[in-house]
């Protein structure tokens, strides 16, 4: 199976893992997991961007272009760089990247000069994706970016259908091998005011709009 393939799998698990943990009966999660939940870093991760396989870096030694190179994170989560061979570089921040590029051409390089860009972020294709599902006009999935709130999100979706029960929407993130159900109140946000249920979303979340019960 293709690691996209295996990433597509992981969001749909996501997904049905939803239904199992009270997404069908709109059940918010508990008091104290739903403030575990919001107290999550809702930063853009690409401000805290973490490599993996399918990426690709640009590794850029200033004053040897010989060996500054652009490589794809392989499968086995590492890179092939001149003169060091294989560095890890799956679970490494590009700074953290950098440094053991740095260090391993110290051995052969005075003071290197070490800096690395991502130019195809095609391991968080899928994971640093939001969306909305529900009751709404065009359900979306897009990439998060830092600041997007709950409301952002049902705006994007082209807001409400007829049918749509605001105030129970429920947003959902993952935590650990848990996935929280934060209640909130859009109708609130929208007619009153009320934005303290105007979350930041997280990479990965999902915000659920449900229908009236007639």
Not at 201 to 206: K, T, V
Request: charged share 20%; with cysteine.
């Amino acid at each position: 199976m293709s690691l996209k393939s295996l990433v597509s799998a992981s969001v749909l698990s996501f997904m049905a893992a939803l239904l199992l943990t009270g997404c069908a009966s709109n059940t918010p999660s508990s008091p104290e997991m739903v403030q575990r939940a919001l107290a999550m870093d809702s930063r853009d991760s690409v401000d805290q961007y973490v490599l993996g396989a399918t990426d690709v870096v640009r590794v850029s030694v200033w004053r040897n272009e010989d060996i500054s190179i652009s490589v794809p994170v392989r499968p086995d989560g590492k890179i092939s760089v001149p003169l060091v061979g294989d560095v890890q570089a799956s679970g490494e921040t590009p700074e953290q990247l950098a440094q053991a590029i740095r260090v391993a051409l110290s051995e052969y390089i005075r003071e290197p000069q070490v800096s690395i860009v991502v130019t195809s972020m095609g391991s968080h294709e899928f994971t640093d994706r939001v969306r909305v599902t529900g009751a709404v006009r065009q359900p979306v999935s897009i990439p998060h970016r830092s600041g997007m709130t709950v409301l952002d999100m049902f705006l994007n979706a082209g807001g409400a259908n007829q049918f749509a029960d605001l105030n129970d929407s429920m947003l959902y993130r993952k935590v650990g091998d848990e996935v929280v159900a934060i209640p909130v109140q859009l109708d609130d946000i929208l007619s009153k005011g009320r934005i303290d249920t105007n979350y930041l979303m997280r990479p990965g979340d999902i915000l659920t709009i449900p229908e009236r019960n007639f």
